[in-house]
Nanobody, 118 residues
């Protein structure tokens, strides 16, 4: 079993940077994909960014050029650096870990709230 704990959320003004962290613990196998999703009230959860263990990244168009995902594999931790956040970035941010070997499994964190005021 894997546990994911997010931190770093809060209330910021538009344009004020914020960094989220997600630490994985338990039976974490290498070669996983770690992702950040977000969900605003009344909307579906959407992918913000993801990163393979090798560092290949993918971003939602809405955050390209503003957010950066990175990871420390030795610490089983993934980060989301949020620069120039906008009010529409407000929501609950969730961390996800997907592993494919030795068996397929998906784990989610409990979420951390980010509120960007205008």
């Amino acid at each position: 079993q894997v546990q994911l704990v997010e931190s770093g959320g809060g209330l910021v003004q538009a344009g004020e940077s914020l960094r989220l962290s997600c630490a994985a613990s338990g039976r974490v196998f290498s070669g996983n994909v770690m992702s950040w999703y977000r969900q605003a009230p009344g909307t579906q959860r959407e992918l913000v960014a993801d990163s393979t263990a090798g560092g290949t990244t993918n971003y939602a168009d809405s955050v390209k050029g503003r957010f950066t995902i990175s990871r420390d594999n030795a610490k089983n931790t993934v980060y989301l650096q949020m620069n120039s956040p906008k009010p529409e970035d407000t929501g609950t941010y969730y961390c996800k870990l997907e592993q494919r070997r030795p068996f397929m499994a998906t784990y989610w964190g409990q979420g951390t709230q980010v509120t960007v005021s205008s």
